[in-house]
Nanobody, 119 residues
Framework: QVQLVESGGGLVQAGDSLRLSCAAS????????MGWFRQAAGKEREFLAF????????SYADSVKGRFAISRDNAKSMAYLQMNSLKPEDTAVYYC????????????WGQGTQVTVSS
């Protein structure tokens, strides 16, 4: 059964840091690229970061570039999102997602974890 489970969300103050984790049950984790997304209340889901199957290629949305860092540990089937210098506008539900190396779309999603940043 394919499963992605996010953790690490919570309530923090502006300027704080959080690290989100995504535990994957995907079979061969190395067969998947991983991404992080978020959705704020009343807004569309937003892409944040991508990491390829080896961890050798990453990309970021402009809104988080320089503040967030995506990483993965293939030995543990884990993906991470380190979030620094958090702002109130970063408040959202954060999701990890997986797509096979041969697919352009993310076929697997976690249930999300809430991040709330107070000013």
């Amino acid at each position: 059964q394919v499963q992605l489970v996010e953790s690490g969300g919570g309530l923090v103050q502006a300027g704080d840091s959080l690290r989100l984790s995504c535990a994957a049950s995907l079979g061969t984790f190395e067969s998947y690229h991983m991404g992080w997304f978020r959705q704020a209340a009343g807004k569309e889901r937003e892409f944040l970061a991508f990491i390829n199957w080896r961890g050798s290629v990453t990309s970021y949305a402009d809104s988080v570039k320089g503040r967030f860092a995506i990483s993965r540990d293939n030995a543990k089937s884990m993906a991470y999102l380190q979030m620094n210098s958090l702002k109130p506008e970063d408040t959202a539900v954060y999701y990890c997602a997986a797509r096979t190396t041969g697919s352009p779309t993310y076929g697997y999603w976690g249930q999300g974890t809430q991040v709330t940043v107070s000013s």
